[in-house]
């Protein structure tokens, strides 16, 4: 475990990074089942490389209970991450870390049935990730395009970006009637363009607050 504390952000996977599927013969929508269903969505790579040259570090944080389902392997999620980081790679991207909740509260694995911390809206993944990489939670953003990103990102102490159109009728009912994102982006690329407009007006406030201590000295020596 390192002391320093570094910034991340926290990206939420289907739906953020690659898009959702519809299942016809199951009826649903839900993550990819099978590699060739995984894609890297346009503008991913990009909004990567920018978070990684603000200086955050980029983590996966994502609920994949598709194992726990019977929906596709173990080996199909690694055969994922392969595909993602390889779509990154000519933009000059970096991933960080990659964290899954494989848990389920209703699994049909068994060894995966369990009501875990580490599913969000719970906090296990943010709080294991900084444990490990030395992030501070409060300097750090999670993006996500569901409610349940919103409200871990909010309880870990994190600016939240919701990705999507904010408008949801039923949420009232069923989550905190207080939450509510940081903001709001249409994509993962104008997530990171928010983010780099926080940062910059973070350093404009801390430049303007320092500037008596900085310029004197240097004018000093001049
Ligand atoms: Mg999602
Ligand atoms: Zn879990």
Redesign the pocket.
């Given at each position: 475990m390192t002391n320093t504390q570094e910034p991340a952000v926290f990206l939420?996977?289907?739906?953020?990074i690659n898009p959702?599927i519809y299942h016809q013969d199951a009826g649903i929508v839900d993550s990819p089942f099978t590699l060739a269903q995984f894609r890297v969505l346009p503008g991913v790579a990009k909004a990567v490389r920018l978070l990684n040259d603000l200086g955050f570090l980029v983590v996966i944080a994502s609920n994949q209970p598709g194992i726990a389902k019977n929906h596709f392997e173990a080996a199909t999620l690694r055969q994922f991450d392969k595909k993602l980081l390889a779509a990154l790679k000519p933009a000059g991207a970096r991933i960080d870390a990659i964290y899954y909740c494989l848990h389920h509260p209703e699994a049909r694995v068994k060894a995966l049935r369990k009501r875990c911390a580490c599913r969000k809206p719970g906090i296990g993944m943010l709080r294991q990730a900084a444990r490990d990489l030395g992030i501070s939670l409060a300097d750090s953003f999670m993006v996500?395009?569901?409610l349940t990103?919103i409200e871990a990102g909010a309880h870990a102490g994190c600016r939240t970006v919701f990705v999507g159109r904010w408008k949801c009728e039923h949420c009232q009912f069923i989550h905190p009637a207080d939450l509510r994102p940081t903001f709001v982006a249409k994509d993962l690329w104008e997530a990171a363009q928010i983010i780099r407009e926080e940062v910059s007006a973070a350093s404009g406030r801390r430049l303007r607050s320092n500037g008596n201590h900085t310029e004197s000295p240097i004018a000093a020596h001049l």
């Open positions: 939420d996977r289907d739906g953020v959702l996500g395009d569901g990103d």
